[in-house]
């Protein structure tokens, strides 16, 4: 059965950094495209970043124009697992974050749209 789940979230002043992992069982991710969004109270959920095979071994990344430069998506296939470090954090980017998983090669942020979800973990910057 796939599961994901989601940690490293909390609560981090502006400025600050945070590192959230998206492990996966039941499934090997490095056979699918990754995923982080996020939802913040009262919008709906949007792309972050994501990761995924544009040819044979080489891997892809996308980031939303609000990460680019800040978030930096990566995968340890021996762990099963997605990072999402993110630095120089602020206010707007408290919310939910969610990996999502979606079959096939590569993609953009914008063009995702995961066949499965984690449950989330919570993001707040705040002073």
């Known amino acids: 059965q796939l599961q994901l789940v989601e940690s490293g979230g909390g609560l981090v002043e502006p400025g600050g950094s945070l590192r959230l992992s998206c492990t996966a069982s039941?499934?090997?991710?490095?056979?699918?495209?990754i995923g982080w969004f996020r939802q913040a109270p009262g919008k709906e959920r949007e792309g972050v970043a994501c990761i995924s095979l544009s040819g044979v071994n080489v891997l892809s990344t996308d980031y939303a124009d609000s990460a680019k430069g800040r978030f930096t998506i990566s995968r340890d296939n021996a762990k099963n697992t997605v990072y999402l470090q993110m630095n120089s954090l602020k206010p707007e980017d408290t919310g939910v974050y969610y990996c999502?998983?979606?079959?096939?090669?590569?993609?953009?942020?914008?063009?995702?749209?995961?066949?499965?979800w984690g449950q989330g973990t919570q993001v707040t910057v705040s002073s």
């Open positions: 039941g499934i090997t991710l490095d056979r699918y495209a």
């Open positions: 999502g998983v979606e079959g096939g090669a590569w993609t953009t942020i914008r063009a995702m749209t995961p066949d499965h």
